[in-house]
Structures are given as C-alpha cells and as structure tokens.
C-alpha cells in the first residue's frame, strides 16, 4: 500500500495570514496521463470531509481560489493564501492512484 | 440539491452483521462509482470500498476483504454496505462518497453525514 505522510501534524495561524501544507507520498502518483493522483480533503468540526483540490491542482466546485495545490510524483503542497476563520479543520491528502485509496494522517489547522 | 443519506448503523455484537445503505439523489446515481470511507472515533479517515456505476468492479481494504460486501441498487438510487464478522475495530462512523468522474470512486466530491456502527459485546 502507498503511504501517505504530512506535515506538521498541528498547525496554529493567524488569520489573513498565510498557511501551507506537505503531504508525500511512499510512491510516485504520476499516472501515464502526466496527472498525479493526489486529492485534498478538508473535514470542519463536527462535519463530513469536503474535497478540495483533486489531481494535485484541481479546485473542486464551490472551493475559494485561496485555495491552491501544487506538486507531482511524490512531493505535494496544498496553500491557503490568507486563513479565515471558517478554514479551521483537519486537512487530509489522499492518494487516489492506487487500490487501496489511502490518506495522510491529517494535519489540524486552527486559529492563533 | 446533490445528496447522500447513510442509514443502518447501530450497535452490534464482536461476530455480528450490518448493513449500511445510502440513499442517493440530486444526480443520475448510475453514472457515478461510489465508495466507503470510515473514521473510527478521534482517528483519521479509512478508504473501505468502492464499487464503479455499472457495478462491474468493486474493490475492498485489506482490512475488511472477505468480510464486507458493497453493492448497489441503480434503480433505488442506494449504495450498500453488507458488513459480517465484525470486529470491535470496526467501529467508526462510516460515510458513503461519489466519485467525481470515471468509474473510480476517487475524488470524492459528494459526502453524506455518516451513520455510526459500534462493535461491542
């Protein structure tokens, strides 16, 4: 199985200010198509997780664009460009290459 | 509005069996693969399964291969999951997910709320 790992862990941020997060995976997610299948979750307390960004830099619907992801291969970095309050949650990456799908650990981001 | 509503959760003996449905609606329910996704409780999230729209393909975690069964109804609009022989380590809230596009259920785009299943004697 592929091995999802990010960091940091915990991630306190003063809103308006900028916020990043890495994500690597245990193997390359680039597929044949030049696209690496690597997806971006956002689970707010107390809610179902929400996708973000999928294949690597893709913005789902309705996502602010101060959301932004960027990476391939192995190494990926998903930026907030000015943390709001509403942002505050548990970040997971998910590599969606491989069977079995498996996600990093989540990184929590709250506000300073 | 794009919806899913998982039901069927609930507390069962170590051993026992559940199964989880999920009713689907605002979208042509066909068209989409759909997977499982769990969380055991103050954990992180676990992919369980997916099935593709035509139900062609199906694929399963290690952890619940041969326990679990995923399936679905494209004329009900509902993704199931058969769960037998559980496990205390079953327990979590478990969320059913449309894939985005392709007959992959990644890039979950669509979460219902959960329904929780608590594996105890």
């Known amino acids: 199985d592929i091995v999802m790992t990010q960091s940091p862990l915990s991630l306190p941020v003063t809103p308006g200010e900028p916020a990043s997060i890495s994500c690597r995976s245990s193997e390359s997610l680039l597929y044949s198509n030049g696209n690496s299948y690597l997806d971006w979750y956002l689970q707010k307390p107390g809610q179902s997780p929400q996708l973000l960004i999928y294949v690597g830099s893709n913005r789902a619907s309705g996502v602010p664009d101060r959301f932004s992801g960027s990476g391939s291969g192995t190494d990926f970095t998903l930026k907030i460009s000015r943390v709001e309050a509403e942002d505050v949650g548990i970040y997971y990456c998910?590599?969606?290459?491989?069977?079995?799908?498996?996600f990093g650990p989540g990184t929590k981001l709250d506000i300073k | 509005e794009v919806q899913l509503l998982e039901s069927g959760g609930g507390l069962v003996q170590p051993g026992g069996s559940l199964r989880l449905s999920c009713a689907a609606s605002g979208f042509t329910f066909s068209n989409y693969a759909m997977s499982w996704v769990r969380q055991a409780p103050g954990k992180g999230l676990e992919w369980v399964s997916e099935i593709s729209g035509s139900v062609t393909r199906t694929n399963y975690a290690d952890s619940v291969k041969g326990r679990f069964t995923v399936s679905r109804d494209n004329s009900k609009n509902t993704l199931f999951l058969q769960m037998s022989s559980l496990r205390v380590e079953d327990t979590a809230i478990y969320y059913c997910?449309?894939?985005?596009?392709?007959?992959?259920?990644?890039?979950?785009?669509?979460w219902g709320k959960g329904t929780t299943v608590t594996v105890s004697s």
């Open positions: 997910a449309k894939g985005l596009y392709g007959d992959f259920g990644r890039h979950m785009d669509v």
């Open positions: 998910m590599q969606a290459l491989q069977i079995p799908f498996t």
